[in-house]
Protein backbone atom coordinates (compact mmCIF):
# COMPACT_ATOMS: atom_id res chain seq x y z
CA UNK A 1 0.00 0.00 0.00
CA UNK A 2 0.97 3.64 -0.73
CA UNK A 3 2.49 5.53 2.57
CA UNK A 4 0.50 7.86 3.93
CA UNK A 5 0.04 11.42 2.50
CA UNK A 6 1.93 10.21 -0.72
CA UNK A 7 0.76 12.07 -3.41
CA UNK A 8 0.62 11.08 -7.08
CA UNK A 9 -0.22 13.99 -9.08
CA UNK A 10 -0.76 13.76 -12.66
CA UNK A 11 -0.15 17.07 -14.70
CA UNK A 12 -1.88 17.53 -17.65
CA UNK A 13 -2.75 20.76 -19.92
CA UNK A 14 -3.23 22.33 -23.17
CA UNK A 15 0.50 23.53 -24.69
CA UNK A 16 1.68 27.16 -24.07
CA UNK A 17 -1.44 26.66 -20.86
CA UNK A 18 1.37 26.64 -18.04
CA UNK A 19 2.27 23.02 -17.97
CA UNK A 20 6.03 23.12 -17.18
CA UNK A 21 5.09 26.15 -14.50
CA UNK A 22 2.85 23.93 -12.65
CA UNK A 23 5.77 20.95 -12.75
CA UNK A 24 8.10 22.87 -11.21
CA UNK A 25 6.04 24.33 -8.48
CA UNK A 26 5.45 20.64 -7.94
CA UNK A 27 9.18 20.25 -7.64
CA UNK A 28 9.75 22.87 -5.14
CA UNK A 29 7.42 21.30 -3.06
CA UNK A 30 9.98 18.19 -2.98
CA UNK A 31 8.16 15.86 -5.59
CA UNK A 32 10.19 13.51 -8.11
CA UNK A 33 8.97 14.85 -11.08
CA UNK A 34 9.04 13.63 -14.42
CA UNK A 35 8.26 15.63 -17.63
CA UNK A 36 6.15 14.89 -20.80
CA UNK A 37 5.60 11.30 -20.52
CA UNK A 38 3.28 9.22 -22.61
CA UNK A 39 0.69 7.77 -20.64
CA UNK A 40 1.23 4.38 -22.06
CA UNK A 41 4.30 4.56 -19.78
CA UNK A 42 2.48 6.25 -16.73
CA UNK A 43 1.74 3.15 -14.27
CA UNK A 44 5.04 1.75 -15.09
CA UNK A 45 7.21 5.08 -14.52
CA UNK A 46 4.90 5.44 -10.90
CA UNK A 47 5.49 2.06 -10.07
CA UNK A 48 9.53 2.30 -10.35
CA UNK A 49 9.58 6.11 -8.93
CA UNK A 50 8.20 4.61 -5.79
CA UNK A 51 10.27 1.81 -5.37
CA UNK A 52 12.91 4.06 -5.25
CA UNK A 53 11.85 7.13 -3.89
CA UNK A 54 10.28 8.44 -1.08
CA UNK A 55 8.51 11.57 -1.36
CA UNK A 56 5.00 12.17 -3.70
CA UNK A 57 5.32 11.91 -7.66
CA UNK A 58 4.49 14.69 -10.30
CA UNK A 59 4.32 13.46 -13.69
CA UNK A 60 3.32 15.53 -16.64
CA UNK A 61 1.52 13.45 -19.17
CA UNK A 62 1.37 14.47 -22.64
CA UNK A 63 -1.57 13.56 -25.13
CA UNK A 64 -0.34 12.76 -28.29
CA UNK A 65 -1.25 9.06 -28.07
CA UNK A 66 -4.04 9.08 -30.79
CA UNK A 67 -6.12 7.11 -28.33
CA UNK A 68 -5.19 9.11 -25.41
CA UNK A 69 -8.21 8.80 -23.66
CA UNK A 70 -8.62 5.00 -23.72
CA UNK A 71 -4.90 4.48 -23.00
CA UNK A 72 -5.11 7.74 -19.66
CA UNK A 73 -8.40 5.60 -18.55
CA UNK A 74 -6.22 2.13 -18.77
CA UNK A 75 -3.38 4.18 -17.18
CA UNK A 76 -5.10 5.29 -14.07
CA UNK A 77 -7.00 1.95 -13.37
CA UNK A 78 -3.44 0.62 -13.18
CA UNK A 79 -3.03 2.93 -10.51
CA UNK A 80 -5.98 2.87 -8.73
CA UNK A 81 -5.18 -1.03 -7.83
CA UNK A 82 -2.16 0.06 -5.82
CA UNK A 83 -3.29 3.71 -4.86
CA UNK A 84 -6.45 5.43 -3.38
CA UNK A 85 -8.48 8.03 -4.64
CA UNK A 86 -7.69 10.43 -1.92
CA UNK A 87 -3.62 9.63 -3.69
CA UNK A 88 -4.26 10.02 -6.98
CA UNK A 89 -5.08 14.20 -8.23
CA UNK A 90 -5.16 15.23 -11.80
CA UNK A 91 -4.16 18.90 -13.04
CA UNK A 92 -5.91 19.59 -15.97
CA UNK A 93 -4.11 23.35 -17.35
CA UNK A 94 -6.10 25.18 -20.30
CA UNK A 95 -6.08 28.59 -21.04
CA UNK A 96 -8.63 30.95 -23.80
CA UNK A 97 -7.70 30.33 -27.87
CA UNK A 98 -6.94 33.82 -27.73
CA UNK A 99 -4.36 33.70 -25.51
CA UNK A 100 -2.65 30.64 -26.09
CA UNK A 101 -2.24 31.74 -30.04
CA UNK A 102 -0.22 34.87 -28.56
CA UNK A 103 1.98 32.71 -26.15
CA UNK A 104 3.14 30.95 -29.20
CA UNK A 105 3.97 33.59 -31.14
CA UNK A 106 5.98 35.06 -28.45
CA UNK A 107 7.69 32.47 -27.46
CA UNK A 108 8.23 30.96 -31.37
CA UNK A 109 7.49 27.51 -30.35
CA UNK A 110 5.89 25.09 -32.78
CA UNK A 111 2.98 23.04 -31.50
CA UNK A 112 3.06 19.29 -30.57
CA UNK A 113 -0.08 19.31 -32.79
CA UNK A 114 0.60 21.53 -35.85
CA UNK A 115 1.82 20.20 -38.85
CA UNK A 116 1.23 21.46 -42.85
CA UNK A 117 -2.41 20.41 -42.81
CA UNK A 118 -3.74 21.69 -39.44
CA UNK A 119 -3.40 25.42 -38.40
CA UNK A 120 -2.50 26.04 -34.68
CA UNK A 121 -6.09 26.65 -33.76
CA UNK A 122 -7.12 23.42 -34.87
CA UNK A 123 -4.32 21.80 -33.17
CA UNK A 124 -5.08 23.72 -29.91
CA UNK A 125 -8.73 22.13 -30.30
CA UNK A 126 -7.89 18.75 -31.20
CA UNK A 127 -5.22 18.59 -27.92
CA UNK A 128 -8.13 20.02 -25.99
CA UNK A 129 -10.59 17.98 -26.93
CA UNK A 130 -8.44 15.37 -25.79
CA UNK A 131 -7.73 16.09 -22.74
CA UNK A 132 -10.92 16.74 -21.71
CA UNK A 133 -12.20 13.46 -22.04
CA UNK A 134 -10.24 12.28 -19.06
CA UNK A 135 -12.61 11.96 -15.58
CA UNK A 136 -11.43 11.50 -11.83
CA UNK A 137 -9.94 13.95 -9.29
CA UNK A 138 -9.19 16.74 -11.67
CA UNK A 139 -8.96 19.91 -10.60
CA UNK A 140 -8.98 22.44 -13.35
CA UNK A 141 -6.97 25.33 -13.63
CA UNK A 142 -7.68 28.35 -16.56
CA UNK A 143 -4.48 30.26 -16.69
CA UNK A 144 -5.82 32.88 -19.24
CA UNK A 145 -5.27 35.86 -16.74
CA UNK A 146 -2.58 34.27 -14.08
CA UNK A 147 1.09 34.99 -14.30
CA UNK A 148 3.48 31.96 -14.14
CA UNK A 149 4.32 33.58 -10.47
CA UNK A 150 0.39 33.33 -9.30
CA UNK A 151 0.47 30.14 -11.28
CA UNK A 152 2.98 28.73 -8.58
CA UNK A 153 1.33 30.09 -6.11
CA UNK A 154 -2.11 28.75 -6.89
CA UNK A 155 -0.74 25.23 -7.04
CA UNK A 156 1.42 25.06 -3.82
CA UNK A 157 -1.46 26.36 -2.27
CA UNK A 158 -3.25 23.08 -3.59
CA UNK A 159 -0.82 20.86 -2.76
CA UNK A 160 -0.61 22.12 1.34
CA UNK A 161 -4.49 21.75 1.62
CA UNK A 162 -4.52 17.95 0.06
CA UNK A 163 -1.12 17.03 1.92
CA UNK A 164 -2.80 18.28 5.52
CA UNK A 165 -4.87 14.79 5.30
CA UNK A 166 -8.04 16.78 6.86
CA UNK A 167 -10.05 15.05 3.76
CA UNK A 168 -11.41 19.13 3.39
CA UNK A 169 -11.14 20.49 0.03
CA UNK A 170 -9.43 23.95 -0.55
CA UNK A 171 -11.50 26.85 -1.19
CA UNK A 172 -9.57 29.12 -3.68
CA UNK A 173 -11.28 32.37 -3.58
CA UNK A 174 -10.71 34.81 -6.39
CA UNK A 175 -12.16 38.23 -7.44
CA UNK A 176 -12.37 39.22 -11.31
CA UNK A 177 -13.53 41.28 -13.74
CA UNK A 178 -17.04 40.72 -15.24
CA UNK A 179 -16.05 42.75 -18.42
CA UNK A 180 -13.27 40.40 -19.06
CA UNK A 181 -15.04 37.46 -18.83
CA UNK A 182 -16.14 34.68 -15.59
CA UNK A 183 -13.18 32.84 -14.95
CA UNK A 184 -13.75 29.22 -17.17
CA UNK A 185 -12.00 26.84 -13.56
CA UNK A 186 -14.94 28.77 -11.16
CA UNK A 187 -17.20 25.98 -9.32
CA UNK A 188 -19.05 28.96 -7.51
CA UNK A 189 -19.70 32.71 -8.82
CA UNK A 190 -21.15 35.44 -6.53
CA UNK A 191 -21.86 39.02 -8.11
CA UNK A 192 -20.36 42.10 -6.19
CA UNK A 193 -22.01 44.90 -8.88
CA UNK A 194 -24.65 45.29 -6.54
CA UNK A 195 -22.83 47.23 -4.17
CA UNK A 196 -21.93 50.88 -4.04
CA UNK A 197 -18.93 51.30 -6.51
CA UNK A 198 -15.78 53.14 -5.27
CA UNK A 199 -14.88 54.24 -8.33
CA UNK A 200 -17.23 56.64 -8.55
CA UNK A 201 -15.61 58.18 -5.61
CA UNK A 202 -11.95 60.29 -6.98
CA UNK A 203 -10.04 59.47 -3.41
CA UNK A 204 -10.77 55.80 -3.95
CA UNK A 205 -10.96 55.49 -7.94
CA UNK A 206 -7.12 54.63 -8.16
CA UNK A 207 -7.08 52.13 -5.40
CA UNK A 208 -7.95 48.57 -4.93
CA UNK A 209 -9.99 46.45 -2.37
CA UNK A 210 -7.02 45.74 -0.14
CA UNK A 211 -6.35 49.41 0.59
CA UNK A 212 -7.65 50.56 4.03
CA UNK A 213 -9.75 53.42 2.34
CA UNK A 214 -11.93 51.03 0.23
CA UNK A 215 -12.33 48.56 2.90
CA UNK A 216 -13.36 51.10 5.33
CA UNK A 217 -15.89 52.76 2.59
CA UNK A 218 -17.60 49.23 2.02
CA UNK A 219 -17.59 48.28 5.67
CA UNK A 220 -19.84 50.91 5.86
CA UNK A 221 -22.14 49.84 3.21
CA UNK A 222 -25.14 47.70 4.88
CA UNK A 223 -25.69 45.62 1.64
CA UNK A 224 -21.97 44.68 1.59
CA UNK A 225 -21.69 42.92 4.86
CA UNK A 226 -25.07 41.07 3.78
CA UNK A 227 -23.26 39.96 0.61
CA UNK A 228 -20.55 38.67 2.24
CA UNK A 229 -22.47 36.98 5.28
CA UNK A 230 -24.49 35.22 2.34
CA UNK A 231 -21.64 34.04 0.06
CA UNK A 232 -19.67 32.73 3.24
CA UNK A 233 -23.31 30.98 4.37
CA UNK A 234 -23.79 29.31 1.15
CA UNK A 235 -19.95 27.79 0.49
CA UNK A 236 -19.94 26.59 3.97
CA UNK A 237 -23.49 24.76 3.48
CA UNK A 238 -21.84 23.08 0.36
CA UNK A 239 -18.91 22.18 1.23
CA UNK A 240 -19.83 18.74 3.14
CA UNK A 241 -21.43 17.67 -0.80
CA UNK A 242 -17.91 19.22 -2.45
CA UNK A 243 -16.12 16.75 -0.11
CA UNK A 244 -18.44 14.23 -0.70
CA UNK A 245 -17.59 14.29 -4.24
CA UNK A 246 -13.70 14.30 -3.68
CA UNK A 247 -12.92 17.68 -4.70
CA UNK A 248 -9.34 18.66 -4.30
CA UNK A 249 -10.63 22.73 -4.26
CA UNK A 250 -13.51 24.56 -4.84
CA UNK A 251 -13.12 27.86 -6.84
CA UNK A 252 -15.66 30.53 -5.42
CA UNK A 253 -14.99 33.68 -8.07
CA UNK A 254 -16.98 36.81 -6.72
CA UNK A 255 -16.74 39.30 -9.64
CA UNK A 256 -17.87 43.11 -10.32
CA UNK A 257 -17.41 45.14 -13.02
CA UNK A 258 -13.06 46.07 -12.98
CA UNK A 259 -12.22 43.42 -10.65
CA UNK A 260 -10.75 46.71 -8.48
CA UNK A 261 -12.37 47.71 -5.79
CA UNK A 262 -15.72 45.52 -4.44
CA UNK A 263 -14.76 41.74 -5.95
CA UNK A 264 -11.33 41.93 -3.99
CA UNK A 265 -12.76 43.29 -0.55
CA UNK A 266 -15.39 40.54 -0.52
CA UNK A 267 -13.04 38.41 -1.80
CA UNK A 268 -11.04 38.99 1.50
CA UNK A 269 -13.83 39.14 3.85
CA UNK A 270 -15.12 35.84 2.74
CA UNK A 271 -11.84 34.23 3.07
CA UNK A 272 -11.74 35.70 6.70
CA UNK A 273 -15.04 33.97 7.23
CA UNK A 274 -14.55 30.68 5.89
CA UNK A 275 -10.70 30.63 7.18
CA UNK A 276 -11.33 29.35 10.61
CA UNK A 277 -13.17 26.05 9.09
CA UNK A 278 -11.35 25.53 5.83
CA UNK A 279 -8.30 25.47 4.13
CA UNK A 280 -8.60 28.72 1.89
CA UNK A 281 -6.17 30.36 -0.57
CA UNK A 282 -6.74 33.71 -2.07
CA UNK A 283 -6.00 35.17 -5.80
CA UNK A 284 -7.30 38.61 -7.43
CA UNK A 285 -7.15 37.52 -11.23
CA UNK A 286 -6.77 41.44 -12.24
CA UNK A 287 -4.87 42.89 -9.71
CA UNK A 288 -2.98 40.02 -8.04
CA UNK A 289 0.12 40.70 -5.55
CA UNK A 290 3.56 40.49 -6.65
CA UNK A 291 2.55 39.73 -10.44
Keep these: MAPTRRLIVLVLGVSGAGKNVAVGALEDLGFAVVNNLPCSLLAAAVAALS????????????????????????????????????????????????????????????????????????????????????????????????SAHALRQRVRALITAVESGLGRPLVAISSFAYRAGIPQDADLVFDARVLPNPHYEPALRPLTGRDAQVAAFLAQQPEARALVDAIAGYVRSQMPGFARDNRARVHVAIGCTGGQHRSIYVADQVAVALAPDHPVSRHDREHPIGG
Design 51 to 146: TRRTQSIAIAVNAQEADFGHEFAAALDQLRATWTEDDLLILRLDAADDVLVSRFAETRRRHPFADDRHTLIEAIREERGRLRQISGRVVDFDTSAT
